[in-house]
């Protein structure tokens, strides 16, 4: 038998042998047999929380949750570890030894875990007071990334900024816009960026005004150590006070999180987290029905000016606030209107979307709300936010002063939103809601049976248009002093899955 009559067999065989193996490992349902993309189970992820407070009389308490999916397991990881310090140019040693027991990255001793999640529907808590609070590196792999989340809660009862601070730990990324910022005198704003990263990351800070950018130097090339947390005053960027700043934030290396503690002498104070990414319509959730006052900052990044109605979505629909039924940006300058007690004694949401003669230019925003009147006023900020998506988590939830806003600003949508157990005992409920095209609901929150300690709130989008939404924690009595302290946080998609684009065997390419 000629040779070239032995290669075309041999290749023949191989070619059926492979073809076979295919058929055998193609799997029966997917991607792969569908010729589809299809969402799949997240099996990593990273989320960062900021040093919660430089005051000696803070008290934060952590928490944090990965819910039930359709395949619960315990053999995943979810931990927090403390970040290192770099103040002023210092930076906190670190051991390089790895430590085996940390799920949550390398490090010598100060990296054993902080808080970690040890299976899936079940949230777990942590407190730390004074200064010593550290900024939190956190990653979570296998069963327990997908939808993990975590929050800190401060509360310190004197001082600037006195009052109750929130914020949701995210994801590092390399771009953010954090439309209310100020320079005022009153305020103290510190630009918190921590780095998850084992290289440095090279962080530009760029500050808008009123009247369009402001010259600083000093806000480039900020250099942010490994796995460390820098803060950085938002006054010693620029030489002249200003009331209402859009703060842009890139990453020109590396990457981080960002967020911004603004701290008040005579309103308190809380956390301002990123607007959602610039859109041509932008919606705030969750202004409180007994809201004071309530400021709206904006701004348009682009090359364009842009033209925004503005309108208050409420229980009975929505109605554009008098005197304020539209507003004009020009691009790069930041934009602020008060809108006094635009609430009138109901919750809300701002919606702005383009005008019918303007293009659909893309905008930040953000609104600062006030509760109390005179000397017992508290502040908190409400950013743009993206949808919920398929679903949102919350942690840190407790049996009294928890309120949670549903706002669908285009069709009616129904919203299933589950409480899970509590950090000490309790069994989770789950109760579905619908929400009005063009309304915001204020959700009666359903309460863990038998509920211990805190416990998350999971919403899922069921049916309908988009769906964006807030969770309000309150503070009164004797611990607030006859304030009423409050923080807002945004829901936004826990990133719990992943799209995985559709893939088969090719036999072409062995026959190259």
Excluded at 221 to 226: A, D, K, M, T, Y
Excluded at 247 to 270: I, M, N, P
Excluded at 274 to 302: N, Q
Excluded at 388 to 394: C, E, I, L, N, P
């Amino acid at each position: 038998m000629k040779r070239t009559t032995l290669s075309l067999i041999a290749a023949g065989a191989a070619l059926a042998a492979v073809t076979s193996v295919a058929a055998v490992a193609a799997p029966e349902e997917g991607p792969a047999a569908t010729g589809k993309a299809a969402q799949q189970p997240v099996e990593r992820t990273s989320l960062l929380c900021p040093a919660p407070s430089s005051s000696e009389l803070a008290e934060t308490t952590y928490t944090a949750y990965t819910p039930k999916t359709e395949v619960s397991s315990d053999s995943g990881t979810a931990a927090l570890v403390p970040a290192a310090r770099s103040l002023a140019g210092k930076d906190d040693k670190k051991g390089d030894k790895d430590d085996k027991d940390d799920k949550g990255g390398k490090g010598g001793e100060e990296e054993k875990s902080f808080l970690a999640v040890k299976k899936q529907g079940t949230p777990v808590t942590a407190e730390e007071n004074g200064s010593g609070a550290p900024a939190l590196i956190g990653l979570a792999e296998g069963s327990l990334a997908p939808g993990w989340s975590a929050q800190q809660t401060t509360h310190f009862t004197a001082g600037v900024g006195r009052g109750l601070h929130g914020a949701a730990c995210s994801a590092p990324d390399t771009d953010f816009w954090f439309p209310g910022a100020s320079t005022a005198e009153d305020r103290s704003d510190y630009l918190h960026l921590t780095n998850p990263d084992d290289a440095a990351a090279v962080v530009d800070i760029e500050l808008y005004g009123k009247d369009g950018a402001l010259d600083s130097e000093v806000g480039e090339g900020i250099q942010v150590p490994p796995r460390s947390s820098v803060p950085v005053l938002l006054s010693t960027l620029t030489g002249k006070p200003q009331t209402n700043l859009t703060v842009h934030v890139t990453a020109r290396s590396g990457r981080v999180a960002a967020a911004v503690q603004a701290l008040d002498q005579k309103v308190g104070g809380d956390w301002l987290t990123p607007s959602a990414e610039p859109a041509a319509s932008v919606v705030l959730p969750g202004i409180p029905k007994d809201a004071t006052a309530v400021r709206l900052v904006a701004f348009a990044p682009g090359s364009a000016d842009a033209d925004l109605k503005v309108s208050l979505a409420g229980p009975n629909g929505a109605l554009s606030p008098a005197g304020n039924e539209t507003l004009h940006l020009k691009s790069g300058m930041t934009t602020a209107v008060d809108l006094a007690d635009v609430t009138r004694g109901e919750p809300g949401s701002l919606v702005l979307t383009p005008t019918g003669d303007s293009g659909n230019t893309p905008v930040v925003a953000a609104v600062r709300v006030i509760r109390g009147k005179g000397a017992d006023q508290e502040s908190a900020f409400i950013p743009a936010a993206r949808p919920v998506g398929d679903r949102a988590t919350v942690t840190g939830n407790g049996a009294k002063g928890t309120y949670l806003s549903l706002t669908a600003p285009g069709k009616a949508a129904k919203v299933r939103v589950t409480a899970s157990a509590g950090t000490g005992g309790g069994t989770a409920a789950t109760k579905t809601y619908s929400v009005g095209a063009g309304r915001t609901l204020a959700a009666d929150v359903p309460l863990p049976d038998s509920l211990k300690g805190t416990y998350a709130l999971t919403v899922e989008t069921v049916s309908g248009g988009p769906v964006h939404a807030s969770r309000t924690l309150t503070l009164s009595g004797a611990a607030a002093d006859g304030i009423p302290m409050f923080t807002v946080q945004n829901l936004t998609d826990d990133r719990g899955t992943v799209t995985v684009p559709a893939a088969r065997p090719e036999m072409g390419v062995l026959l190259d």
